[in-house]
């Protein structure tokens, strides 16, 4: 079998085995999510506990929680034994990861989870096992057989147990009304940070950077202040200083073969009205959708009486690093 042959058929087993567990989704699942929102509604957290490859996909339910608003902390269960259980406080709600059910490591810590106030959701493959016989709520992440040729490698088993916790931090975002502005605020650093905490009035270019003329301008003058603002469009206001139209270098080379008196005529008679703009409090992400959307490579800023204020160049991004 050549390596390519043999990764289609592990996408395969595992997508099978990811569609096999979503049929297998019920209302179990609504009371994890309800079990997880009113935790964390009542100042409680998650505690991540599972051994070998389920701990290491516990690692990254946690850190998927914990980035979405959902306080998650990851407790080695053979330390638990040692010390490590008094990261537990009554309230909390335990998520354990075994995808048999019987690690002994696991069993061996349910007696002292027990002693304290606590729910317990396990992600198990073992509906009949011990952890399930002992859990609040079970979520059933079984599946017909794993990508090793073996059946004994943790593979489809694991990438179902990591999809679950996707899908339950996923609902508990969305049951907790947890929005953009609240997503910025646990990730200030890199370039989700900056795009999401930086305003395009922070970024934007202004003063002689900014290319702005009055309606009556020639095309011939508006060139000039283009060429002195070093920019490839020019933003138009009307009598009443207000964003009309824009024009552009390419708006320019498209006329310029049919319109032999293109140059001396004024702006309001070539520009392009209703143009693109977004605001000067906008956050710049919006911005990067508006550019990703429209395909363009400058966009106009305005002010809250719709004045143009600013531009915001395509080119600037990747210096800012918010790309």
Same mark, same amino acid.
């Given at each position: 079998?050549?390596?390519?042959?043999?990764?289609?058929e592990?996408f395969?087993?595992?997508?099978?085995?990811?569609?096999?567990?979503?049929?297998?989704l019920d209302?179990?699942?609504t009371?994890a999510?309800?079990?997880?929102?009113?935790?964390?509604?009542?100042?409680?957290?998650?505690?991540?506990?599972?051994?070998?490859? !389920?701990?290491?996909?516990?690692?990254k339910?946690?850190?998927?929680?914990?980035?979405?608003? !959902?306080?998650?902390?990851?407790l080695? !269960?053979?330390?638990?034994?040692?010390?490590?259980?008094?990261i537990i406080?009554?309230?909390?709600?335990?998520?354990?990861?075994?995808?048999?059910?019987?690690?002994?490591?696991l069993?061996?810590?349910?007696?002292?989870?027990?002693r304290f106030?606590?729910?317990?959701?396990?992600?198990?493959?073992?509906?009949? !096992?011990?952890?399930?016989?002992?859990?609040?709520?079970?979520?059933?992440?079984?599946v017909?057989?794993?990508?090793?040729?073996?059946?004994l490698?943790p593979t489809?088993s694991?990438?179902?147990m990591l999809?679950?916790?996707?899908?339950?931090?996923?609902?508990?975002?969305?049951?907790?009304g947890?929005?953009?502005?609240?997503?910025?605020?646990?990730?200030?650093?890199?370039?989700?940070?900056?795009?999401?905490?930086l305003?395009v009035?922070?970024?934007?270019?202004?003063?002689?950077?900014?290319a702005?003329?009055?309606?009556?301008?020639t095309?011939?003058?508006?060139?000039?202040?283009?060429?002195?603002?070093?920019?490839?469009?020019?933003a138009?206001?009307?009598?009443?200083?207000?964003?009309?139209?824009?024009?552009?270098?390419?708006?320019?080379?498209?006329?310029?073969?049919?319109?032999?008196?293109?140059?001396?005529?004024?702006?309001?008679?070539?520009?392009?009205?209703?143009?693109?703009?977004?605001?000067?409090?906008?956050?710049a992400?919006?911005?990067?959708?508006?550019f990703?959307?429209r395909?363009?490579?400058?966009?106009?800023v305005?002010?809250?009486?719709?004045?143009p204020?600013g531009l915001l160049?395509?080119?600037?991004?990747?210096?800012l690093?918010?790309?």
């Open positions: 079998m050549s390596h390519l042959k043999k990764a289609r592990v395969h087993i595992e997508l099978a085995a990811l569609r096999q567990v979503r049929r297998q209302d179990s699942f009371q999510v309800n079990a997880v929102t009113f935790t964390l509604g009542q100042r409680g957290k998650i505690v991540i506990v599972g051994i070998g490859k !389920s701990g290491n996909v516990g690692a339910i946690a850190a998927t929680l914990t980035s979405t608003g !959902s306080t998650s902390v990851v080695n !269960s053979v330390d638990a034994l040692h010390g490590d259980l008094g406080n009554d309230g909390d709600l335990i998520l354990a990861l075994s995808y048999s059910g019987e690690s002994e490591e069993l061996n810590l349910l007696p002292a989870l027990k106030a606590v729910k317990i959701i396990s992600l198990t493959g073992g509906l009949k !096992s011990s952890l399930a016989r002992h859990s609040d709520i079970v979520l059933n992440v079984r017909p057989r794993e990508a090793c040729p073996f059946n490698a489809s694991t990438t179902a999809v679950m916790g996707d899908a339950l931090a996923m609902a508990v975002l969305q049951a907790r947890f929005k953009q502005s609240d997503f910025a605020r646990y990730h200030p650093g890199g370039a989700i940070g900056r795009a999401m905490l305003r009035g922070e970024i934007m270019r202004t003063g002689e950077r900014n702005v003329a009055a309606e009556f301008l095309v011939r003058e508006a060139l000039l202040v283009m060429t002195r603002a070093k920019s490839g469009s020019l138009i206001f009307d009598a009443r200083g207000k964003l009309s139209g824009v024009f552009t270098d390419g708006d320019f080379r498209r006329r310029m073969s049919a319109d032999e008196n293109l140059l001396s005529r004024p702006l309001k008679a070539v520009m392009t009205k209703k143009p693109v703009f977004i605001r000067d409090e906008a956050l992400v919006e911005a990067l959708k508006i990703d959307a395909n363009i490579d400058d966009l106009i305005v002010n809250a009486r719709h004045e204020v160049d395509s080119q600037d991004l990747p210096k690093k918010i790309m």
